[in-house]
């Protein structure tokens, strides 16, 4: 069965610098979506992305962040400058429509 | 803006027993429902969904009925096993955006 994958599972980092979470949706799905879960919090949207640009972010993904679908197969999620705060487990999700999304398995991101 | 709460937990069970997770929303909408459950050490997974009022959504003896008069969508399962063990989220999908708002999560442990 086909699922979305996601590298690397963890990541360990020094506050300020840059990190990219990858992401590999499934194939035949138009849209795709970056969420977020702080340990003992919710799940939260980051953003969501169809046609080749975001269709809608939240208030969370400020101008740190940066999403891209450099090929046709993977999909990024981009955070510039790194803050303790950014970490969390990072969700990729994908859908073939506006229905049932599919996750990845997440990447835990550590700021130091 | 849209929300779901559920059930506080964390909830023990003994196998065999029957299990109730609590799930109501708010939204302006008619959003579509759904039961995600994530397992030890692995990313979010879809239990089963509902698109709309009295729809009942199901998997692996998983239950969960869209009640639009009370705004709630209440998981259930009449006998549980030890492999149940896991976190469970509730989300709401609203049709003008497309993203998953979640619960808290509520952690089930099944003890044999």
Partial sequence: EPEVTQTPSHQVTQMGQEVILRCVPISNHLYFYWYRQILGQKVEFLVSFYNNEISEKSEIFDDQFSVERPDGSNFTLKIRSTKLEDSAMYFCASSESTDTQYFGPGTRLTVL | ?112
């Fill in chain 2, 1 to 112: 803006g849209d929300s779901v709460t559920q059930m506080e937990g964390p909830v023990t069970l003994s196998e065999e027993a029957f299990l109730t997770i609590n799930c109501t929303y708010t939204a302006t909408g008619y959003p579509s429902l759904f039961w995600y459950v994530q397992y030890p050490g692995e990313g979010l997974q879809l239990l089963l969904k509902a698109t709309k009022a009295d729809d009942k959504g199901s998997n692996k003896g998983f239950e969960a009925t869209y009640r639009k008069e009370t705004t709630s969508f209440h998981l259930e399962k009449g006998s549980v096993q030890v492999s149940d063990s896991a976190v469970y989220f509730c989300a709401l999908s609203d049709v003008s955006d497309y993203k998953l708002s979640f619960g808290a999560g509520t952690t089930v442990t099944v003890r044999a």
